[in-house]
């Protein structure tokens, strides 16, 4: 292994002093033919790219062999770079693929290209409608989505270890997911059409880490049912328990009458979803703060036994206050 990623002059060919991780310096850096500029940082912010959207070690062969002169080598007159995963996003894949490419020189259409592809079609659908004043993650707020989505890594039976954002995309590309969005929300968006449901983080500060399926019922009427989860599993009854938040909706669903996702898609599910249409801004920045403080109570009165009618017991159900 190298002693260490970050390297002095004397280990490079040009003679000039590297600063930083020489595993994600440019080429021009490393020959000492160019010198530190928006071009530099444009190749560095490719590999980077790499290693989030591939979580894996970058040059991790290098790093094995330890030889600073073999890697400044491959990188620099072989035009080594790193393989890119065929399931990687094509639009990713070009991004990263322009940003360590040799000819560099339009920065500008990288930029534009970054927007386009993070800011237009996603940012702009995640934002918060709540104006903040923090540039800053609470360890609060980071634990909450520890709670949703978490373990950090995790292995499911009979499936190899996934990690959290796995998690959280799986989810997000549900269109019956909406996130943190409060009762009184949910029962707007889901109007009066019965067998309409939602999905949504459960706003109670008593339940951490739980959902809640809002929907309509077979009278017409909306009823919010909580999710528990306990040990990295969900469920809505002590009885019966789920691996994951999609599997639980897509077993229970016809118990607990999920039969159509909410027919406003959610600003999580327009990202995913190829070929859909902008939605209007407008409907983009509601603001949540408007929302009543009192919807436990909407929720309270709103709730109802997931079987209305027949015989059957109805299972004791986490019901939403």
Known sequence: MMQTEVRTAEETEGGKPILGTILTTAPEIMDGSGSYNEKT????????????????????SYLEKGSVSQFVHAICKEHKRPRIPEDILPDLRVLIEKCWHSNRADDVLKLRCLRTLLVQKGYTKLRSSVAYTQDIVTIERFGEILDWFGPIVYRRRGSPSCFILDEMKSLLEKQWFF???????????????????????????????????????????PSHIRIIKKDNRVSVADDKDFESLTQLVEQLGPVLRLEKPCPKPSKY???FKSGQEEEDDASDTSSLDSLSDDSEEEEARATEPIVEHGRTKTPHVHQQP
Do not use: H
């Not at 444009?42 to 959207?53: N, R």
């Not at 019965?194 to 019922?217: A, D, E, H, M, Q």
């Open 41 to 60: 940082d444009v190749y560095s912010f490719g590999l980077v790219m790499w290693e989030v959207a591939t979580r894996q070690r970058l040059f991790a």
């Open 269 to 271: 599910w327009v990202i």
């Open 179 to 221: 996130g943190d969005v409060s009762a009184q929300e949910a029962q707007s968006l889901l109007g009066k059409e019965r067998g309409c449901f939602l999905v949504r983080f459960t706003s109670n500060p008593k339940y951490p880490g739980c959902f809640t399926v809002s929907r309509i019922s077979a009278s017409g009427q």
